[in-house]
Protein backbone atom coordinates (compact mmCIF):
# COMPACT_ATOMS: atom_id res chain seq x y z
CA UNK A 1 0.00 0.00 0.00
CA UNK A 2 1.79 3.58 -0.95
CA UNK A 3 2.42 5.75 2.11
CA UNK A 4 0.31 8.79 1.89
CA UNK A 5 2.21 12.40 3.06
CA UNK A 6 -0.04 14.35 5.86
CA UNK A 7 0.34 17.98 4.43
CA UNK A 8 -1.96 19.07 7.28
CA UNK A 9 0.49 22.14 9.72
CA UNK A 10 -1.08 24.60 11.71
CA UNK A 11 -1.45 27.99 10.33
CA UNK A 12 -1.02 30.86 13.30
CA UNK A 13 -1.97 34.63 12.95
CA UNK A 14 -0.92 36.83 15.64
CA UNK A 15 -3.56 39.55 16.07
CA UNK A 16 -2.76 43.28 15.36
CA UNK A 17 -0.20 41.33 12.46
CA UNK A 18 -1.56 43.74 9.30
CA UNK A 19 -2.48 41.70 6.13
CA UNK A 20 -1.76 44.21 3.78
CA UNK A 21 -4.00 43.43 0.42
CA UNK A 22 -3.23 44.06 -3.43
CA UNK A 23 -0.44 43.51 -4.95
CA UNK A 24 2.77 45.92 -6.33
CA UNK A 25 2.86 48.65 -9.49
CA UNK A 26 4.83 46.46 -11.91
CA UNK A 27 4.81 43.34 -12.19
CA UNK A 28 6.70 41.03 -15.46
CA UNK A 29 5.90 39.07 -18.36
CA UNK A 30 7.52 36.61 -21.02
CA UNK A 31 6.25 33.81 -23.32
CA UNK A 32 6.89 30.31 -21.57
CA UNK A 33 8.51 29.66 -25.41
CA UNK A 34 11.12 31.61 -23.80
CA UNK A 35 11.79 29.45 -20.82
CA UNK A 36 14.33 27.33 -20.70
CA UNK A 37 13.99 25.62 -17.43
CA UNK A 38 11.44 25.78 -14.73
CA UNK A 39 12.45 26.32 -11.16
CA UNK A 40 10.81 23.27 -9.78
CA UNK A 41 7.53 22.85 -6.81
CA UNK A 42 9.13 20.67 -4.00
CA UNK A 43 7.10 17.36 -4.10
CA UNK A 44 7.12 14.18 -1.63
CA UNK A 45 6.04 10.83 -2.61
CA UNK A 46 4.04 11.94 -6.07
CA UNK A 47 2.36 15.08 -4.38
CA UNK A 48 3.20 18.83 -4.53
CA UNK A 49 4.28 19.39 -1.01
CA UNK A 50 4.97 23.21 -0.74
CA UNK A 51 3.66 26.32 -2.70
CA UNK A 52 6.70 27.89 -3.65
CA UNK A 53 9.35 27.33 -5.98
CA UNK A 54 13.16 25.94 -5.48
CA UNK A 55 15.25 27.45 -8.14
CA UNK A 56 15.29 29.82 -10.83
CA UNK A 57 13.71 30.79 -13.99
CA UNK A 58 16.39 29.82 -16.76
CA UNK A 59 15.75 31.68 -20.01
CA UNK A 60 16.59 31.61 -23.37
CA UNK A 61 19.85 33.08 -24.68
CA UNK A 62 19.55 36.79 -24.61
CA UNK A 63 15.89 37.11 -23.74
CA UNK A 64 14.66 39.34 -20.18
CA UNK A 65 11.29 39.25 -18.54
CA UNK A 66 9.54 42.59 -19.72
CA UNK A 67 7.00 44.82 -17.21
CA UNK A 68 3.95 45.84 -17.11
CA UNK A 69 3.37 48.89 -15.08
CA UNK A 70 -0.09 48.79 -13.18
CA UNK A 71 -2.51 50.50 -11.40
CA UNK A 72 -2.69 48.50 -8.47
CA UNK A 73 -5.64 49.86 -6.83
CA UNK A 74 -7.38 48.45 -9.63
CA UNK A 75 -5.67 45.20 -9.68
CA UNK A 76 -5.96 42.18 -8.56
CA UNK A 77 -4.94 38.70 -8.31
CA UNK A 78 -7.24 35.92 -6.65
CA UNK A 79 -7.26 32.10 -6.33
CA UNK A 80 -10.09 29.64 -6.66
CA UNK A 81 -10.41 25.72 -6.38
CA UNK A 82 -11.98 24.29 -9.76
CA UNK A 83 -12.54 20.69 -10.82
CA UNK A 84 -13.54 17.71 -8.57
CA UNK A 85 -11.76 15.14 -5.94
CA UNK A 86 -8.62 13.41 -6.11
CA UNK A 87 -8.13 15.95 -9.14
CA UNK A 88 -8.82 19.94 -8.04
CA UNK A 89 -6.41 22.17 -9.47
CA UNK A 90 -6.38 26.10 -8.69
CA UNK A 91 -7.31 28.79 -10.99
CA UNK A 92 -5.23 31.85 -10.51
CA UNK A 93 -6.81 34.65 -11.70
CA UNK A 94 -5.22 38.16 -12.57
CA UNK A 95 -6.69 41.11 -13.71
CA UNK A 96 -4.26 43.91 -14.24
CA UNK A 97 -4.74 47.47 -15.49
CA UNK A 98 -2.30 49.78 -17.45
CA UNK A 99 -3.56 53.06 -17.78
CA UNK A 100 -2.31 53.63 -21.25
CA UNK A 101 -4.52 53.19 -24.59
CA UNK A 102 -1.41 54.17 -26.66
CA UNK A 103 0.76 52.55 -29.13
CA UNK A 104 2.86 50.55 -26.60
CA UNK A 105 -0.31 49.24 -24.51
CA UNK A 106 -1.83 48.08 -28.19
CA UNK A 107 1.41 46.06 -29.12
CA UNK A 108 1.15 44.65 -25.79
CA UNK A 109 -1.96 43.19 -26.47
CA UNK A 110 -0.72 41.53 -30.07
CA UNK A 111 2.07 39.44 -27.71
CA UNK A 112 -0.20 38.50 -24.90
CA UNK A 113 -3.79 37.76 -26.67
CA UNK A 114 -1.89 35.39 -28.64
CA UNK A 115 1.17 33.64 -26.73
CA UNK A 116 1.31 31.21 -23.25
CA UNK A 117 2.16 33.81 -21.21
CA UNK A 118 3.80 33.48 -17.93
CA UNK A 119 3.59 36.59 -15.18
CA UNK A 120 5.32 37.38 -12.03
CA UNK A 121 3.39 39.64 -9.64
CA UNK A 122 4.50 41.27 -6.08
CA UNK A 123 2.49 41.21 -3.18
CA UNK A 124 2.34 44.11 -0.90
CA UNK A 125 4.51 41.81 1.93
CA UNK A 126 6.93 41.86 -1.12
CA UNK A 127 6.86 37.87 -1.81
CA UNK A 128 6.77 37.05 -5.89
CA UNK A 129 4.30 35.24 -7.03
CA UNK A 130 3.90 33.18 -10.29
CA UNK A 131 0.99 32.99 -12.19
CA UNK A 132 1.06 30.53 -15.22
CA UNK A 133 1.81 26.89 -15.51
CA UNK A 134 4.80 24.71 -16.69
CA UNK A 135 1.65 21.90 -17.19
CA UNK A 136 -1.24 24.07 -18.73
CA UNK A 137 -1.78 26.96 -20.95
CA UNK A 138 -2.44 30.53 -19.74
CA UNK A 139 -5.12 32.19 -21.23
CA UNK A 140 -4.89 35.91 -21.14
CA UNK A 141 -6.91 38.57 -22.86
CA UNK A 142 -6.66 42.48 -23.82
CA UNK A 143 -8.88 45.07 -23.77
CA UNK A 144 -8.59 48.70 -24.31
CA UNK A 145 -11.16 51.43 -23.26
CA UNK A 146 -10.31 54.93 -24.53
CA UNK A 147 -12.80 56.58 -21.99
CA UNK A 148 -15.98 58.62 -21.97
CA UNK A 149 -16.04 62.10 -21.92
CA UNK A 150 -13.90 64.61 -20.32
CA UNK A 151 -13.64 62.79 -16.57
CA UNK A 152 -13.64 59.51 -18.00
CA UNK A 153 -10.52 57.02 -18.08
CA UNK A 154 -8.49 55.16 -20.15
CA UNK A 155 -7.07 51.44 -19.69
CA UNK A 156 -5.68 48.66 -20.73
CA UNK A 157 -6.97 45.79 -18.89
CA UNK A 158 -5.04 42.41 -19.00
CA UNK A 159 -7.27 39.20 -17.49
CA UNK A 160 -5.75 35.80 -17.22
CA UNK A 161 -6.74 32.52 -16.08
CA UNK A 162 -3.88 29.80 -15.28
CA UNK A 163 -4.90 26.80 -13.74
CA UNK A 164 -1.79 25.30 -11.53
CA UNK A 165 -2.26 22.67 -9.06
CA UNK A 166 -1.32 25.57 -6.07
CA UNK A 167 -2.44 28.98 -5.20
CA UNK A 168 -0.43 30.92 -7.07
CA UNK A 169 3.28 29.74 -6.08
CA UNK A 170 5.79 32.27 -4.85
CA UNK A 171 9.51 32.37 -6.66
CA UNK A 172 12.08 33.76 -4.31
CA UNK A 173 14.83 33.31 -7.29
CA UNK A 174 16.90 35.84 -9.72
CA UNK A 175 14.43 38.02 -12.35
CA UNK A 176 16.59 38.74 -15.33
CA UNK A 177 14.73 41.61 -16.48
CA UNK A 178 15.75 44.60 -19.08
CA UNK A 179 15.99 46.48 -16.78
CA UNK A 180 18.38 44.46 -14.30
CA UNK A 181 17.98 41.47 -12.66
CA UNK A 182 16.38 41.39 -9.59
CA UNK A 183 16.40 38.73 -6.37
CA UNK A 184 12.90 37.81 -5.96
CA UNK A 185 13.65 37.46 -1.90
CA UNK A 186 15.35 40.52 -1.76
CA UNK A 187 13.31 43.42 -0.18
CA UNK A 188 15.15 46.52 -1.73
CA UNK A 189 13.22 46.24 -5.09
CA UNK A 190 11.38 50.03 -5.44
CA UNK A 191 8.37 48.42 -7.11
Known amino acids: MAECLNLQKSVAWCQGTPE ?3 IMRRIYYLAK ?4 QWPALKAENGRISEAKYNGDFVLNADVKWKYIDILPDKSQLTSEPQGELPSQTQLNKLTAI ?3 VGEEASNLSLYINNY ?3 YLVKDMKGKYRVVGSVR ?3 KSTVSQDLGQG ?3 TTAT ?4 EATDVCPAPFYEG ?3 TEIGDIVAASKDELF
Open 136 to 138: WQT
Open 150 to 152: PTG
Open 98 to 100: HPG
Open 33 to 36: SEIA
Open 157 to 160: TITV
Open 174 to 176: VIE
Open 20 to 22: LPG
Open 116 to 118: DVV
